[in-house]
């Protein structure tokens, strides 16, 4: 009993900073004294010791040498509890106290102090609050940090020992808050409206001002948090705020929907205007959602100073020439919630996609793209006079592997004077583009030869000035016929078209002439095009036709024809040309001169005939025709056949058989009489059936 009186009191002088010097002999003018301890942070001075988990804590010690006389050399050490898990219970204490604790030497852990007489030691050390040395006090029931000084040593010449023993007490406090975040449905689509609660408790020992809360999705809620909060907004030690309900409505592109918000609040009042401690804890909360795949691709034309969709016609820039080449945006985005692989980009016009604007670098594909990324490539196209669209289409493959796609037009108008130059050539029947040898081929009765010119205005802007140039005609005409003489310049308004023609004298062999068209649009350079037309004038020809009794018997035998019978030949002589002959002669091989004809027009025709007697055997005969234009002959051959034969001589009864006559016939006889008598005996026998 008595000893357990005894600890309660040492611990009692402890807590309440008593110097307990121990029982040793001392010199009547030796003497140790340690009444000067303070303790402040690390920082600066603390005027109250009251400190949080954490915090440095600074002590400044100062032990006195009170002989008048002797030196005192001392080792000084400071002793701090040790983790309370480790420590001896004290006896009639119900907690467990710092008394076995660890021992920090100063200034040094094995260096002794001298202090002369009637001086003093100064020093300071540090240390950090650590959750392990804090105890609760057994009689004010809160939590303190206890260190104790130490001073022992000797002094003078007998090394009388001395010792000196003083505790500091300083009160620990552990500020905490806790927030509980909860969501209702846990389980949502995109479209629905889900409900997040909060509440707030002070889990620490101090109350809490000051308080704020953020949320990551939901942005800044302190302001909703103060209805919830006691009125003076400070949350007592244990105290849990209202419960405080905000709404949010699912969005594309919210898989997954795991949010998290942070509560924070002060710990003041402790040391006024000097410390004040912020806590703070985070909690988060999960949607399920279900899978929303979708991509979504915006196309736009650059017109010079902005970037313009022009999903329709009507909404197109007008772009003149100096766009060429004309930029195109590409903005490929996730809008769904689930990633998507693959995503590639294809364009109706487009083949080369650019990361830049000023299409530098090339651009990969296939990418990949997170919920609500994007990505914005650029492509180009030469300028082209009109309208203009090309469609762009993106596609995109989620996590069911179920490719999805999405398309985009984009349309612009090139705007800007242009002509344009058709000329053709009349072969009789057609009129023909003819634009490259050898075109269409021509006889002398297309003489003269007509062409023809069409002019268009296939631009945006009246042309004025309009003329028109050939390098082989001079003169245009309004008509086929040539007989209204056309007049230049002429004006042509937008897509309006003018046709003109012009006549050349027919010419033998290749011909080749071009024609060119100006016009001459308002503020702007002359625009002009041209056109070839080729036409091929066929030279003298003449066609040589045999036959044989009517037969075109190039090869033999050709007709079989009885010997001495008659044989008739005709010749046909055609002009195959494309100019008029003269003089032309036909003879045959085998029986001459046939005839002579004195003139055949283009593509006219002539027969002319011979007759011979059959002869035996194989016979063939050669046709020659050979005609005339100015001194250019023409000619052409064809062969004929024909096989003469003898006539057989056709032979019956005994002329054929010169044995008995009767012995051939006998067969024929006695089959005749078989036929009659058979037949006598099947009408008699049908009679007797009716009978």
């Given at each position: 009993m008595k000893k357990r009186v005894l600890y309660?009191?040492?611990?009692?002088?402890?807590?309440?900073?008593?110097?307990?010097?121990?029982?040793?002999?001392?010199?009547?003018?030796?003497?140790?004294?340690?009444?000067?301890?303070?303790?402040?942070?690390?920082?600066?001075?603390?005027?109250v010791d009251v400190y949080i988990i954490g915090q440095t804590v600074r002590y400044s010690l100062r032990v006195d040498n009170l002989s008048s006389a002797e030196d005192m050399t001392?080792?000084?050490?400071?002793?701090?509890?040790?983790?309370?898990?480790?420590?001896?219970?004290?006896?009639?204490?119900?907690?467990?106290?710092?008394?076995?604790?660890?021992?920090?030497?100063?200034?040094?852990?094995?260096?002794?102090?001298?202090?002369?007489?009637?001086?003093?030691?100064?020093?300071?050390?540090?240390?950090?609050?650590?959750?392990?040395?804090v105890l609760i006090h057994p009689?004010?029931?809160?939590?303190?940090?206890?260190?104790?000084?130490?001073?022992?040593?000797?002094?003078?010449?007998?090394?009388?020992?001395?010792?000196?023993?003083?505790?500091?007490?300083?009160?620990?406090?552990?500020?905490?808050?806790?927030?509980?975040?909860?969501?209702?449905?846990?389980?949502?689509?995109?479209?629905?409206?889900?409900?997040?609660t909060f509440t707030i408790t002070?889990?620490?020992?101090?109350?809490?001002?000051?308080?704020?809360?953020?949320?990551?999705?939901?942005?800044?809620?302190?302001?909703?948090?103060?209805?919830?909060?006691?009125?003076?907004?400070?949350?007592?030690?244990?105290?849990?705020?209202?419960?405080?309900?905000?709404?949010?409505t699912i969005q594309a592109g919210d898989l997954p929907l795991v949010n998290e918000a942070t509560v924070t609040g002060t710990a003041e009042d402790f040391a006024p205007a000097i410390q004040v401690a912020v806590v703070s804890h985070s909690d988060d909360a999960e949607v399920i959602l279900e899978a929303d795949e979708s991509i979504h691709l915006e196309k736009a034309v650059w017109d010079g100073e902005d970037w313009l969709p022009a999903d329709t016609p009507e909404t197109g820039p007008e772009l003149t020439s100096d766009h060429d080449p004309v930029v195109f945006?590409?903005?490929?985005?996730?809008?769904?919630?689930?990633?998507?692989?693959?995503?590639?980009?294809?364009?109706t016009h487009i083949s080369d996609f650019y990361t830049d604007e000023g299409l530098t670098t090339l651009a990969t594909f296939p990418i990949a793209l997170s919920p609500l990324e994007s990505e914005t490539v650029y492509g180009r196209l030469p300028w082209s006079l009109g309208e203009h669209s090309n469609t762009a289409t993106a596609t995109g493959t989620p996590p069911d592997e179920a490719v999805i796609s999405a398309s985009n037009d984009c349309h612009y108008v090139g705007v800007g004077p242009s002509i344009s130059l058709q000329k053709d050539v009349w072969d009789g029947a057609t009129w023909q583009d003819a634009d490259t040898p050898i075109g269409p081929e021509l006889t002398s009765?297309?003489?003269?030869?007509?062409?023809?010119?069409?002019?268009?205005?296939?631009?945006?802007?009246?042309?004025?000035?309009?003329?028109?140039?050939?390098?082989?005609?001079?003169?245009?005409?309004?008509?086929?016929?040539?007989?209204?003489?056309?007049?230049?310049?002429?004006?042509?308004?937008?897509?309006?078209?003018?046709?003109?023609?012009?006549?050349?004298?027919?010419?033998?062999?290749q011909h080749s002439n071009n024609a060119t068209a100006t016009g001459t649009p308002d503020g702007l350079p002359v625009v002009d095009a041209e056109d070839w037309c080729h036409y091929f004038g066929l030279g003298p020809a003449i066609d040589i036709q045999k036959r044989t009794n009517g037969v075109d018997a190039d090869g033999p035998p050709g007709p079989s024809i009885t010997i001495g019978a008659t044989v008739t030949w005709t010749y046909i002589v055609t002009n195959t040309g494309g100019v008029p002959l003269t003089d032309i002669v036909v003879t045959d091989d085998q029986e001459g001169l046939i005839g002579n004809i004195a003139l055949l027009a283009v593509g006219e025709s002539q027969t002319l005939t011979a007759t011979g007697t059959a002869e035996e055997g194989q016979y063939a005969n050669i046709g020659y025709v050979v005609g005339d234009h100015n001194g250019d002959q023409v000619s052409d051959e064809d062969p004929s056949h024909y096989f003469g034969r003898t006539v057989p001589k056709i032979v019956v009864g005994w002329e054929a058989y010169p044995i008995n006559g009767a012995a051939v016939l006998a067969p024929w006889i006695a089959l005749f009489a078989a036929l009659i008598v058979g037949t006598i005996l099947l009408v008699m026998r049908r009679r007797r059936a009716t009978h």
């Open positions: 309660s009191i040492m611990v009692l002088a402890l807590v309440f900073g008593m110097a307990l010097p121990m029982a040793t002999p001392i010199m009547a003018d030796a003497g140790i004294g340690g009444s000067h301890i303070t303790v402040q942070t690390a920082e600066e001075p603390h005027p001392v080792r000084i050490r400071d002793r701090i509890p040790m983790d309370p898990a480790s420590l001896a219970e004290i006896p009639g204490v119900t907690t467990t106290y710092w008394w076995h604790a660890t021992d920090v030497w100063l200034p040094t852990e094995s260096d002794p102090v001298t202090i002369p007489p009637n001086a003093s030691w100064h020093g300071t050390f540090e240390y950090e609050i650590k959750r392990d040395g009689l004010v029931d809160y939590n303190v940090w206890m260190n104790q000084l130490v001073a022992s040593g000797t002094q003078g010449p007998n090394e009388n020992i001395v010792n000196y023993v003083q505790a500091k007490t300083v009160r620990v406090i552990e500020p905490a808050i806790e927030l509980e975040k909860t969501v209702h449905p846990a389980q949502a689509e995109v479209g629905d409206t889900v409900t997040y002070n889990t620490g020992d101090w109350p809490l001002e000051n308080i704020t809360l953020e949320d990551d999705k939901l942005g800044g809620l302190t302001d909703d948090l103060a209805a919830h909060l006691p009125v003076d907004g400070v949350l007592a030690p244990g105290a849990s705020s209202t419960p405080l309900d905000i709404t949010y945006r590409f903005v490929i985005t996730n809008d769904g919630n689930v990633p998507l692989t693959s995503v590639t980009l294809s364009d009765l297309q003489d003269p030869v007509v062409f023809r010119f069409v002019i268009t205005n296939d631009g945006n802007i009246e042309l004025t000035g309009v003329e028109l140039e050939d390098s082989e005609i001079g003169v245009f005409y309004t008509n086929f016929e040539g007989t209204t003489q056309a007049s230049f310049p002429v004006s042509l308004a937008e897509n309006q078209s003018r046709t003109f023609f012009g006549e050349l004298p027919w010419a033998q062999g």
